[in-house]
């Protein structure tokens, strides 16, 4: 729609009375409807503009679109307003309706992993255990365990298991771990000489500090002594 200057300098809508011919005469609005200047309508809002859909509906049947109504839309579109893909539903039915699409579209009936009583569940959760107790039972089950080595070793034959810590070349603090920079720890980890000079450096220091604290009390006692 074109826009224009009021009389403080500001820009506004410049509005056209809406008729079924000039169809497109109109804006989106923020949820996606298309609205329409049509102040003759008595449902329209303060500035003269009603949804589109809902001046289709009125101009067919003669409704005004009242309080707890809407108009749905079968087509999912809400920018097909045409009478055709146009119903009045009141708003709970409404909700209803799409509520029972979309767990229609997304409930599933699968068996539990661990005792195979089925139960329902959606697409987006993915569950397998239909309580958290049942879970608990079959990770101490020895059929888990199998099947869990069972896994393992078939991603080892795929190569599919990598060793993150070994394709490290730099410790956290960006020294290489090269033959004279590497210590081996008991559990076979790899540690970092300069790192551990480093903390065995600030160890010693905080210790000689902790011995030097009741020196320092027992030479100020004495300043005050005198």
Not at 130 to 159: D, T
């Amino acid at each position: 729609m074109p826009r224009i200057h009021d009389s403080n300098g500001k820009f506004k809508r410049s509005f056209r009375f809406w008729t079924p011919q000039n169809w497109d005469e109109g804006y989106f609005e923020t949820r996606g409807y298309f609205r329409v200047f049509r102040p003759d309508y008595p449902g329209a809002y303060k500035d003269g503009s009603a949804k589109r859909s809902h001046i289709v509906y009125w101009l067919n049947t003669g409704h005004v679109i009242r309080k707890g109504e809407i108009i749905h839309h079968h087509n999912e579109n809400t920018h097909d307003d045409c009478f055709s893909n146009l119903q009045l539903m009141k708003r709970d039915d409404h909700m209803a309706h799409h509520r029972g699409e979309r767990s229609q579209k997304l409930r599933l009936i699968i068996s539990c992993h661990g005792c195979g009583i089925p139960f329902s569940t959606t697409a987006k959760q993915g569950l397998k255990f239909h309580s958290p107790g049942c879970y608990r039972e079959y990770r101490k089950s020895e059929e888990s365990r199998i099947k869990h080595s069972e896994l393992m070793r078939e991603k080892a034959q795929r190569g599919e298991l990598r060793n993150y810590e070994r394709e490290k070349t730099h410790c956290p603090s960006g020294h290489p771990y090269d033959a004279a920079n590497t210590r081996l720890s008991k559990k076979g980890s790899r540690l970092c000489r300069i790192c551990h000079r480093a903390r065995v450096k600030a160890r010693k220091i905080r210790l000689r500090q902790a011995r030097m604290v009741p020196q320092i009390h027992r030479l100020l006692n004495q300043e005050e002594a005198i």
